[in-house]
Nanobody
Framework: VQLQASGGGLVQAGDSLRLSCVVS????????MGWFRQAPGKEREFVGV???????YYADSVKGRFIISRDSANMTFYLQMNNLKPEDTAVYYC??????????????????????WGQGTQVTVSS
């Protein structure tokens, strides 16, 4: 399994961006896909998670602005980011696991739960 993240860029505050994460290898019916971000000098931070058969969950800092969706036909996951703020500036990563799926939603708020990561895509929001 490999992940390919894309879609980052430089935008102004209030703008929108859509990040993509393509899962290659094969199609999975059960999975957990998480989005995380890491700003310089900070730890990797939970943004949102989508498990198969469940609703997405989001960090409080992005709730109401970010939306996770999935194109099941080609195993592509999206992170729609609206009303971006300068504090959203970070490298964004997608993480994937299809094992250890029995946890509660907040179990997957930790980056340690994921065994495959995309390469990261830079999002910079200017004020």
């Amino acid at each position: 399994v490999q992940l390919q993240a894309s879609g980052g860029g430089l935008v102004q505050a209030g703008d929108s961006l859509r990040l993509s994460c393509v899962v290659s290898g094969r199609t999975f019916n059960v999975f957990v896909m998480g989005w995380f971000r890491q700003a310089p000098g900070k730890e990797r931070e939970f943004v949102g998670v989508r498990r198969s058969g469940d609703i997405p969950y989001y960090a409080d800092s992005v709730k109401g602005r970010f939306i996770i969706s999935r194109d099941s036909a080609n195993m592509t996951f999206y992170l729609q980011m609206n009303n971006l703020k300068p504090e959203d500036t970070a490298v964004y990563y997608c993480g994937f696991t299809n094992s250890d799926l029995s946890g509660s939603p907040d179990y997957y708020f930790s980056p340690a739960r994921y065994h495959v990561w995309g390469q990261g895509t830079q999002v910079t929001v200017s004020s």
